[in-house]
């Protein structure tokens, strides 16, 4: 939505999304929404559907917003409007699936070659991209803030007051998102562990679990932490109005990743003002070199993690200020400006070299 928002400045924008969408009041500015997609089961009518939508209407060209459902599929799909004469693009939010198949880095090689052009969020995404022998045209941009959840601008005190029994004087670390071994819950909940007893912090787990019944011991180390007083879990989806409500009762917020290539988490944070503590992976180390937080490498451990915690907490102010001057980097006026630039440039894709802002 925010894209679009800014793009519809420098041309018409059509945004196709699921008959279920829902913009929660989101302000649409000067764009259209068609909702077009319906359930799973009617995936591949919708793509013939969509091919023909798009043949009649010509656009100048259609922005694909990462993989629908299928990488093959869409590699074909892509290739029948070129075929058309139609421009077309991708911004690449992970290079791989989170949980590839033997086939997947084939694949997707496939699917990044279909396109004319090819946009990612970091130099280390553009690298990996290219060591696939993908050589598209590319623009490197950040992703912009997620700060179209900020509707009510929450205070603090009153946001702990909703959701915990936390004080004001408390050092509240938030783990945000998908509950799972990727997202690098077990070793937050040894951060919990190492630093909940004497030191004054709290810990706040908020989001879908996605940890398997298979995982005894992380399921009972969860359950201990739901028990303690110390840790508020709330395992399941968190509703879109609520979102603001976790960042705005947390001091920071925790990312301790084990894989991944970006992070919609990182700029929630940001959107929030608050600093983060997360490993190496993705682009995350792009954006923690402005000073926003402490990057750790993933074989990190959790006195690691929670010597990281407490230079933060010590230099506070420094962190939050760095947060605070990096929001006009990932504003979505400036990523608007370069997406436009990047698409509507009328020099023949073939011809336009790789791009940075």
Not at 110 to 132: P, Q, T
Not at 157 to 167: D, H, N, Q, S
Not at 259 to 288: C, H, N, Q, R, Y
Request: charged fraction near 25%; glycine fraction near 6%.
């Amino acid at each position: 939505m925010s894209l679009a928002r800014e793009l519809s400045a420098h041309a018409q924008v059509l945004l196709v999304v699921g008959r279920n969408y829902d913009d929660q009041g989101y302000p649409r500015a000067n764009y259209e929404v068609f909702r077009f997609f319906r359930r799973s089961r009617w995936y591949p009518f919708d793509l013939m559907r969509l091919l023909w939508l798009l043949i009649r209407q010509r656009p100048q060209v259609v922005l694909f917003q990462s993989i629908l459902k299928s990488a093959g599929a869409e590699a074909l799909l892509v290739r029948l409007l070129r075929l058309f004469g139609i421009n077309t693009a991708m911004t690449i939010h992970d290079v791989l699936p989170h949980y590839p198949k033997p086939w997947s880095r084939w694949l997707h090689t496939v699917l990044y070659r279909s396109f004319d052009r090819l946009i990612v969020h970091s130099h280390r995404s553009r690298d990996d991209v290219r060591a696939m022998g993908v050589r598209r045209p590319s623009l490197v941009v950040p992703h912009g803030l997620y700060d179209l959840f900020i509707t009510r601008h929450p205070v603090r005190e009153a946001a702990r007051e909703k959701l915990t029994p936390f004080t004001r004087d408390h050092f509240v670390l938030l783990f945000f998102g998908k509950i799972d071994s990727r997202k690098g819950i077990g070793l937050f909940l040894q951060l919990w562990q190492a630093l909940a007893a004497n030191e004054g912090y709290r810990f706040t787990i908020a989001g879908r679990a996605g940890i398997g019944t298979e995982q005894t011991e992380l399921r009972a180390a969860l359950e201990d932490a739901r028990a303690s007083g110390d840790c508020i879990v709330h395992d399941h989806n968190i509703p879109f109005m609520e979102v603001q409500d976790y960042f705005a009762l947390a001091d920071a917020v925790v990312l301790p990743y084990q894989e991944g290539t970006t992070s919609g988490v990182l700029k929630l944070a940001l959107a929030f003002g608050k600093p983060v503590i997360a490993t190496d992976v993705g682009d995350l180390a792009e954006t923690l070199r402005e000073g926003v937080g402490v990057l750790l490498p993933v074989t990190c451990t959790a006195d690691d993690l929670a010597g990281a915690v407490r230079e933060v907490r010590q230099n506070y102010e420094r962190y939050a200020t760095a947060c605070e001057a990096a929001r006009e980097r990932y504003g979505w006026e400036k990523i608007g400006q370069a997406y436009a630039h990047f698409l509507l440039d009328t020099v023949p894709a073939k011809s336009v070299s790789g791009q940075e802002i």
